[in-house]
């Protein structure tokens, strides 16, 4: 595939025109499909569905592929998935009964279930959570906007389903544009902990020091707290997964996309990926059926459902290169 390394894309072409009006925890009372914003189109042209009843893509079992489920998942008969929510559409959120999981990650889990004849069990926790859950093989797999990187590429294998674009969101009319580390110089900018946007922003802010240019004056946050700081002017910008940073800004509108950047660094093409605990016999079958998926079409019909089609990948891979680990 001949793409980019920066993959570089604009808001817009991520839905950010999706505007939604309610939703996450304690979203009630909002309107089963949310229009686009007025003056824009998503570009599949539809609307989002918020509701528990989210008639998911689905698609038949192969029964080649789900051979290659280990014997005791199969026994089991059931495919443990645990995933990081959070309050923003389009990746792990909740629908408007404050229950029920919604968003592109949970539909291509439930894709992956599909191929492999699995019940799919949702098993939401904070972020730092889900590797500790796949260590200790509470969960068979994170499908949670995982980033492959080299130094997790040591505990975990990983089976990629899509690109992995990290956006800076900023006031809108700040006039801050981020194409590099220069641009952030002396700039605070907000992040959540143990993120590859956090190692990326590390690497950057100790690039402007070689520089001689200022550091970046590094916050962080857990959640939507970052949303308060911004709208106070406390953060200059926030780095995070483009999907949500588009619908945020756009739902909003107080905020903008001001760059875009490859979430596996300037030298490496980001990957997100299904991931599981290392040697434990799964991840094969998690790329079969990812690619099962891809072969039929489902994947896209999913991926175009929420707006993502500019993230999508031809084939997925197994354990990829992914983004480097520090430099000492």
């Keep these: 595939m001949s793409l980019p390394r920066r993959a570089l894309v604009t808001a ?18 909002a309107s089963a499909e949310l229009a686009p914003a007025k003056g824009s189109t998503a570009p599949n042209g539809a609307v989002v569905n918020l ?16 051979a290659l489920v280990p014997e005791e998942i199969r026994k089991r008969g059931t495919l443990t998935v645990v995933d990081a929510i959070g309050t923003t559409p389009p990746l792990d ?19 992956i279930g599909d191929v492999l004849g699995l019940k799919v069990e949702f098993n939401p926790v904070s972020w730092e959570n889900i590797f500790v859950g796949l260590d200790s093989g509470k969960y068979d797999v994170g499908i949670s906007n995982i980033t492959v990187t080299e130094a997790r590429k040591e505990k975990y294998d990983f089976a990629t389903y899509r ?17 590099g580390a220069k641009d952030l110089a002396g700039r605070s900018v907000g992040v959540a902990s143990g993120t590859n946007q956090e190692k990326l922003l590390i690497s950057w802010s100790e690039e402007n020091v070689r520089n001689g240019l200022k550091p970046i004056d590094i916050k962080y946050f857990q959640g939507t707290e970052f949303y308060l700081a911004l709208s106070s002017g406390r ?20 905020t903008e996309v001001v760059g875009t950047y490859s979430g596996g660094g300037a030298d490496v093409l980001g990957k997100i990926a299904a991931t599981t605990r290392k040697d434990n016999g799964l991840v094969k079958a998690l790329s079969g059926a990812l690619n099962e998926v ?23 891979e197994v354990n990829p290169p992914g983004l480097p680990k520090p430099k000492p």
């Design 12 to 29: 817009g072409a991520v839905t950010a025109a999706l505007a939604l009006a309610a939703c996450g925890s304690g979203a009630t009372g």
């Design 51 to 66: 509701t528990a009843d989210q008639k998911r893509v689905t698609t038949p079992k192969v029964d080649a592929v789900a």
């Design 93 to 111: 959120f909740y629908a408007n009964d404050d229950r029920t999981i919604i968003g592109v990650e949970p539909d291509v889990a439930s894709l």
């Design 163 to 179: 690109l992995d674009v990290l956006g800076f969101e900023a006031r809108k009319g700040s006039g801050l544009k981020v194409a």
């Design 235 to 254: 953060i200059d910008a926030y780095v995070g997964p483009n999907p949500s940073l588009s619908f945020h800004a756009v739902q909003t509108g107080e």
């Design 294 to 316: 891809i072969g039929n079409g489902t994947y896209a019909q999913v991926l175009k459902r929420w707006g993502l089609d500019n993230e999508a990948v031809p084939a997925s």
